[in-house]
């Protein structure tokens, strides 16, 4: 898939910068350090920093990876951001930034 990309350190804010804040869109990684799924769901405001609930049956990353950013009413939203805020310094998962969660992520965005 194209637009699927194994975030590295020196690029993982400008991907988020890129996909988020210039382009609006939504993204959706899996974190390889937890084995869960997230997403943000970026075309509204507030809006919502969420984990997938895992498929059951699904063995790959990159299946359960295949979700629609705007079911996020049946996952567990985590945290919801607000317009005027900067998700990239807000959003934290298990404690950790968002840059160290990005570069230990597969990011998909759309």
């Avoid at 997403?39 to 063995?59: D, Q, S, T, Y």
């Avoid at 990353?61 to 951001?81: A, F, G, N, R, V």
């Amino acid at each position: 898939m194209e637009d699927k990309l194994e975030a590295k350190s020196y690029v993982s804010k400008k991907i988020f910068n890129n996909y988020i804040d210039d382009m609006g869109m939504n993204m959706v990684f899996y974190y390889v350090d937890d084995n869960h799924c997230y997403g943000i769901h970026n075309e509204m405001c507030p809006f919502p920093f969420f984990r997938f609930i895992p498929k059951e049956g699904v063995l790959f990353p990159h299946d359960q990876m295949q979700c629609d950013t705007h079911s996020y009413e049946k996952q567990d939203i985590l945290q919801w951001i607000d317009c005027e805020s900067s998700a990239w310094d807000e959003i934290k998962v298990n404690g950790k930034s968002l840059e160290e969660v990005l570069q230990r992520s597969y990011i998909l965005v759309s």
